[in-house]
């Protein structure tokens, strides 16, 4: 691309001044600079993005600009760093190729940040074209004005003689500031013998690729050889690797220990590198001898070839595994032919004879490395880097500038040291107590240095100060290590290169090594039940557990008062926002190790380390993400019933993790196919997890200890970058035109880091977390905690979000709140200490969710509360972190609704009794610790047989055991009575063991086979207190004789039918409907449960819309009771249009201490209640009027209850009962087995529809409508009440051959009001009935002829059923084909769709107090 460059105008800026909160210095002059622009090319990657092959340009376009993107014609760039100066800077403007490029002040309006530039350009001009795209890249290049400038711009270059400190792209001579000398000696056939005629060509710099020691380069500058060929022998090669710039370290604790070591011996010192051919040498090491590394001697030395490993062993040589990481696609053999003199293999051993003697415990591995060397055998490859003219290396720069990026991720930023003296006393002095200790053991060289030391040379062994700290500060009695003065010491001196204090390190620590929890932790509680609380019976509350100051680590005060927890997440958003307070890599009360967070993002932290702009950008992906609607949790819901269904063998916690992994991944990336195995991605999250944390102990330079866990989390990286890219590119590159990801390079980073923090750590471990503490509390043996936790427990599948609530309150998935006060260095480097210098605060929720000032005297015991409590007092989730006045800074958390889909899911469709322990026991042995991660991991299996099924389970399982436990005690009352459990037990038998012999399918439902012509009639038995007769038989039911039997067993004493002082109660905080569950001793049947009615903080909660009552009778059972308020009804309140009227009910007796049932609700158009009308009064909902309680102890409240039961109760009893088993299906069936023939055509048609109907209504006739039966004892009613309400039904059957059409019509709600699904729904569902049966009817007989009413014995079943009608019936009176459709239509519409809206109670009645059949009189 021709270009041409002409300067413009100068332009000068005047910078602010450096000072508090500058990321420059204060207290240096800083020179004048000069910047000047110049011009590069590019190329354009696979990911869209511009690189460019200048190393220098590309660090600085990669790592600190954004890249440059050419659109259109129109250049979009932008650069910025931070430049140190005083004074004017001249900054010079320049076009390029048409275009024009100006460097912009942009300080962000910050007087106290220094020199942050914008390079903007606009095109003007045509760009040329090359390979098809305008490809183009601006670097700019800043020329120190003198050489005290290049020190002052280029702050990582120290020269503090004898040591040089440099970043590992000045390795390149062209990459140096002006005035400087190259920190590495470049070798050529200038400065070293010709090994190159011998066949070893060494020239150039190499770099020790894949060294576990801390030592990065060599040189071999100043090499000499003892002969040219090896006709007399092996060659040797002495280089000087001792002297200045020949060889370099990381600047670590390691890499400095190391450099500081090789000061003991002469700079002159040589390495003899001995080769027995051009392929094939050894090498001497000086490591032998230094401690806990001994290195054996003579490294082997081999030269990749294609057959080196059949040559000399795979162990030295493999030459599969030498491919580099910057050119993707070439394989080690391409290298091999490309470079065949670029690559040496080798191979460290360490001496294990002298590791077997040492008695130095390893600090990752204590136990098992006890005797062994701490690090592992193994290989690394020198590789040529830089050539003898000092030119980059083709393709080994590139992964060298890939291998030292900084923590920003800057390639080729990762400090350097390296020798810049050959002054061998220089070297000694500034090695320090290594030299001093070196000399004491007289393990130094031979070096008369006359300097003396300031101080005794055992002062500057290391430990010396953290002795003088033990002795002087921390072992003063009593006071033994428990002041704070102590431990501010041990904080200074008791530093070994782990990156956090003594302090933080110690109280983190002893939970895992002591075991204690939380509670004892923070507020030294060693009484689990009360957590370290005690009530003041003066001030009314709780204390003793607040705050915690100096808790973890010293500068930190944790907060556990639930009342300051709220306050402080509500005043953080705004406090974060406004930049008064900084956050770190943290996750809870841990501050993890950067190193598992990728390069690519700035800072290198976990998303709730994320700037406020960044989080700007990241919630909303979050919450459209992770916010689950109700389609969602249904599929969630279907998911969970899935996994769970496939398995054997559950796994708690990995299958649950893999789950909700799963789900996770498949909501980020919807339709992707999972690039992430699940159980690779499981074991690496165990790892990462503990790692991060437990890595914090130990310096960076050891980090290739977890080399394993690391490579894998970003390969993970990598394929979540990929989706990213591919689903979410578009948006975000419009994003990095505005730098809204800013300071990471690319929102595409920012978003897959986010995203792998959400499957690694947030939704991917907190999740699995609570479902998992929650199987381990209906699993787990939990004896050994006395009453901490139910015995027994049975979650309610129906209703399971207060069980999931109170697992995510008692074992915190999320322990803690962090930020800091103060800031640590951290904040200003990305190298200093992650706590240094900072004052933290940390909102401890997990004990804050056990603060019995909010939650009661119970706070620190596992007891499952009314949902509405969780919805106010549960903090897991941050609700309280959010502020109006800063709407895109929201800290709640964004997948509150997906993990609340998730527990329900889980726990919905968990089948209790279907899973145990392998070898049967009732429980599992796993044990508990207040601490994260709460439980161990468990396994339970999926039973079959006889333990599993129904009777003998319950037999076995509740029976043959303490009693107790299957009669559960409350209040001195049990929740289900004798009579209640015996008969939940007789119909599970039944259901299990009977009823599928044979199988309802349709292989049973075959022609009739009873005839009443040659068998008899069918005979009957008065069903209970109704008016009405079941048959005694039933011809699909084989074993009616055994069902008779067991209808004996249950048939005997009604059980208790008194009054209302008899009536247990209900404590506030019981968990109703999980003690109902219990106490049946066998499942609860979900085919019942179709709405969820039993949230009492949606539904019934006073001071909000009576959603409870509207949706029960608009889009529950009650549709069809719905009606026009009555012309006639003078009572009806103002706004009233629609009314449901059960005032007939009030004239029933009940039973001495029971409220009357009944009461007309009102609505309006909308549905609205307006009022409910009882005994004579009128009640108002509370949130529209004040309804204190009357003289009766009566309001809106306790009329509304009494309605709801009354409507449950009616639609039972009358609708469901009376109408659809009776007076419907059982009429039905009795005419036809009494008047058709079995082959007859409508006999056939009505078999399928009353399959086993006579055995449910006989078995109604004994358990359920008698007197002291299950409706008698569940309502208000006396028996005399019970059977006055049939009888009024029985008076009333005007309505009951309507077909549903005309019923609904009846109603008169009109359009536009509130919609009834059941009319939607309903009139669909019966015109295709009709349909069928019309069409069935039409292929057997003449509609037009009447052919119906010429079949006898359609004749005699017409009569049949009109004589078992009451008279106000509506049954027809004359049989026509179309009338018998009707009935016909009616009958199976009732038997399926109304028996489902009319009988399907499982939700209405889980809560007894939801709906209640039976209300005491004022309570």
């Known amino acids: 691309m021709a270009t041409m460059m002409r300067a413009l105008a100068p332009l000068c800026l005047v910078a602010g001044a450096a000072g508090a909160g500058s990321p420059c210095p204060t207290g240096r002059a800083y020179p004048s600079v000069e910047v000047h622009l110049n011009r590069a090319y590019g190329y354009e990657d696979a990911d869209g993005w511009w690189n460019n092959p200048d190393p220098y340009v590309d660090a600085v376009l990669n790592s600190e600009a954004r890249r440059t993107a050419v659109h259109g014609g129109t250049m979009h760039a932008a650069f910025d760093h931070v430049f140190c100066f005083q004074g004017m800077v001249s900054v010079q403007a320049y076009q390029v190729d048409g275009m024009t490029f100006t460097l912009l002040d942009e300080d962000h309006g910050k007087d106290d940040h220094l020199g942050t530039f914008r390079l903007a350009g606009a095109a003007t001009g045509d760009l040329t074209l090359r390979d098809g795209s305008a490809r183009l890249d601006v670097s700019v290049r800043v020329v120190p004005a003198s050489d005290a400038a290049a020190v002052a711009l280029h702050p990582d270059y120290e020269e503090a003689d004898p040591v040089v400190y440099y970043p590992a792209s000045y390795v390149l001579g062209a990459n140096v500031p002006a005035g400087k000398t190259p920190p590495m000696a470049v070798g050529s056939s200038a400065n070293m013998d010709n090994a190159k005629a ?34 007399k022998g092996p060659i040797n090669l002495a280089v000087p690797t001792a002297r200045a710039g020949m060889w370099s370290w990381l600047t670590d604790t390691v890499g400095d220990i190391l450099r500081r070591y090789y000061s003991t011996g002469s700079p002159d010192d040589l390495k003899h590198f001995t080769f027995e051919s ?146 061998w006393c220089e070297r000694m002095d500034a090695a320090g107590w290594v030299s001093s200790l070196v000399d004491a053991l007289g393990m130094g060289g031979d070096v008369d240095c006359t300097a003396q030391e300031e101080a005794p040379w055992w002062t500057r062994i290391p430990g010396y100060a953290l002795t003088e700290c033990v002795t002087g500060e921390c072992l003063t009695w009593p006071n033994v290590f428990s002041t704070g003065e102590c431990w501010q010491c041990l904080d200074k001196t008791a530093n070994f290169g782990q990156q956090l204090p003594a302090s933080y390190m110690t109280d983190m620590l002893q939970f895992p ?46 907060v556990q008062l639930w009342a300051t927890v709220k306050a402080k997440m509500q005043e953080m958003v705004g406090r974060f926002a406004e930049g008064e307070i900084w956050r770190g890599n943290e996750l809870g009360f841990i501050i993890s190790n950067e190193l598992f967070w990728q390069p690519e993002t700035n800072p290198k932290a976990v998303l709730l380390g994320a700037s406020p702009s960044q989080h700007e950008v990241l919630r909303p992906y979050l919450e459209a993400w992770f916010t689950c609607d109700a389609a969602c949790a249904e599929d969630v819901k279907a998911s969970a019933r899935a996994f769970m269904g496939g398995l054997q063998k559950m796994e708690v916690q990995a299958d649950v993790k893999k789950w909700v992994h799963t789900e996770l991944f498949k909501r980020v990336f919807p339709g992707a196919r999972n690039p992430i195995d699940l159980d690779e991605f499981v074991e690496n999250q165990n790892k990462v997890v503990s790692l991060s944390t437990v890595s914090q102990l130990l310096p960076d330079q050891l980090s290739f200890v977890f080399d394993g866990p690391l490579k894998t989390l970003r390969s993970h990286y990598e394929k979540v970058r990929g989706l990213v890219r591919q689903y979410y590119g578009a948006d975000l590159k419009a994003l990095d035109a505005r730098r809204a990801c800013y300071p990471s390079a690319s929102c595409v980073d920012q978003v897959a880091s986010a995203v792998l923090d959400t499957l690694y750590f947030a939704g991917g471990l907190s999740v699995p977390s609570a479902i998992s503490t929650g199987m381990w509390v209906l699993y787990a043996d939990t004896s050994a905690h006395g009453t901490t936790f139910p015995a027994g427990y049975r979650v309610n599948k129906y209703d399971p979000v207060p069980f999931y609530y109170e697992s995510m309150r008692f074992f915190a998935p999320v322990v803690g709140l962090p930020w800091w006060e103060q ?61 109006a006045t800063y709407p895109t800074q929201a800290r709640s958390c964004p997948g509150k609704t997906l993990a609340l889909a998730m527990g329900e899911a889980w726990f919905g469709v968990l089948d209790q009794e279907v899973w145990g322990s392998k070898n049967g026991a009732e429980k599992v042995q796993s044990g508990y610790k207040e601490q994260t991660p709460f439980v161990d991991e468990f396994d339970l299996h999926r039973r079959t047989g006889i333990v599993a ?93 055994d069902y008779q039997a067991e209808g004996a067993v249950a048939g005997g004493d009604g059980g208790d039918v008194s009054g209302a002082a008899s009536s247990g109660w209900w404590g506030g905080v019981e968990n109703r409907t999980a003690a109902i569950i219990a106490e049946l001793l066998v499942p609860f049947d979900d085919d019942l449960m179709l709405v969820p009615w039993t949230d009492a903080g949606k539904y019934n909660a006073d001071g909000v819309r009576d959603r409870g009552l509207e949706d029960f009778v608009f889009r529950g059972i009650g549709q069809h009771r719905v009606q026009r308020v009555a012309l006639d009804d003078a009572d009806a309140p103002a706004g009233a249009k629609y009314a449901v009227y059960l005032g007939v009910m009030e004239g029933l007796e009940t039973r001495e201490g029971f409220e009357k ?143 549903p059409s005309a019923k609904m019509a009846a109603q008169g709600v009109e359009a536009g009001d509130v919609a009834l699904p059941l009319h939607e729904d309903g009139k669909e569902f019966f015109e295709v009935v009709a349909k069928y049966v019309r069409a069935s009817l039409a292929s057997v007989y003449d509609y037009g002829a009447n052919a119906c009413g010429a079949d006898a014995e359609l004749v005699a079943f017409f009569e049949a059923m009109r004589a078992k009608q009451d008279a106000s019936s509506n049954f027809p009176a004359a049989l026509t084909c179309e009338t018998l459709e009707d009935v016909l239509s009616i009958f199976i519409y009732q038997s399926t769709a109304g028996h489902v809206h009319h009988g399907s109670l499982g939700a209405e009645i889980v809560d007894p107090c939801h709906a209640p059949w039976a209300v005491v009189k004022g309570k």
């Open 823 to 883: 800031a640590p260095a951290r904040k200003f480097d990305e190298a200093a200490s992650q706590y240094d210098g900072g004052v933290r605060r940390v909102l401890n929720m997990a004990l804050a969710n056990k603060d019995p000032n909010a939650w009661g005297a119970d706070a620190h015991q596992f007891r499952v509360r009314p949902l509405e409590q969780y919805h106010e007092y549960f903090i897991g989730f941050a609700d309280f972190a959010e502020n």
């Open 949 to 1041: 099924s129904g009777i003998w389970r319950t037999i076995v399982s509740s029976v043959l055991e303490d009693v107790t436990h299957w009669l559960p005690t409350f209040d001195s009352m049990d929740a289900v009575d004798f009579k209640g459990k015996v008969l939940a037990v007789v119909h599970q038998f039944e259901t299990e063991k009977m009823w599928p012999h044979p199988a309802p399918d349709a292989r049973y439902i075959r022609t009739p086979h009873y005839d009443a012509k040659e068998d008899g009639a069918v005979g009957t038995m008065k069903c209970g207190l109704t008016p009405l007769s079941v048959p005694t038989m039933d011809e699909t039911w084989e074993e009616w004789a």
């Open 278 to 423: 051009t392929e094939r040498g050894s090498i001497s090491t000086g490591l032998t001898n230094v401690p806990l590394v001994w290195v054996k001697d003579n490294f082997p030395f081999v030269k990749y070839s294609h057959d080196c490993d059949e040559k000399y062993g795979s162990e030295y040589c493999n030459p599969t595994k030498c491919a580099s990481t910057s050119a993707p696609g070439t394989t080690c053999a391409d290298l091999i032919d490309q470079y065949p003199d670029d690559m040496w293999s080798r191979p460290t051993v360490f001496d294990k004879e002298r590791w077997a003697a040492n008695k130095v415990p390893c600090p990752w591995a204590p136990i098992s490395n006890w005797g062994r060397p701490w690090w592992p055998d193994t290989t690394y490859t020198l590789k040529r880097i830089v050539m003898a003219d000092g030119s980059p290396h083709p393709v080994f720069w590139n992964e060298w500038l890939e291998h030292t990026k900084d923590k920003n991720g800057a390639p080729g930023g990762k400090m350097l040291q390296s020798y810049m003296s050959n002054d």
């Open 198 to 231: 011998a066949g070893l060509d060494f020239e150039g710099i190499w770099w020790m690729s894949d060294n576990p020691v801390a030592e990065e380069l060599v040189s071999f500058a100043g090499a000499t050889m003892n002969a040219t060929d090896f006709a």
């Open 1157 to 1299: 049932l009944g009461g007309d609700a009102y609505f309006t158009a909308g549905g609205e209640a307006v009022g409910i009308r009882y005994q004579g009064k009128l009640y108002r909902p509370h949130h529209t009027h004040a309804s204190p309680q009357d003289a009766e102890g009566r309001d809106w409240q306790h009329v509304r209850t009494v309605f709801q039961g009354s409507l449950s109760a009616l639609i039972t009893v009358w609708d469901h009962l009376y109408d659809v088993h009776l007076a419907s299906a059982s009429h039905v069936l009795h005419s036809v087995m009494d008047t058709l023939r079995p082959d007859h055509p409508v006999r056939r048609l009505t078999t399928p529809h009353s399959f086993r109907t006579n055995s449910i209504n006989h078995k109604a006739a004994y358990s359920l409508v008698g007197e002291g039966e299950l409706v008698h004892r569940a309502t208000a009613l006396t028996a005399d009440g019970l059977k006055a309400a049939f009888d009024v039904r029985r008076a009333g059957e005007g309505d009951l051959w309507s077909t």
């Open 513 to 558: 090594v002591t075991g204690k929890g939380y509670a004892e932790g923070w507020c030294g509680a060693e009484d689990a039940a009360t957590g370290g609380w005690h009530f003041n019976a003066t001030t009314g509350a709780y204390e003793g557990c607040a705050t915690t100051e100096d808790f973890p680590g010293m500068g930190s005060t944790s």
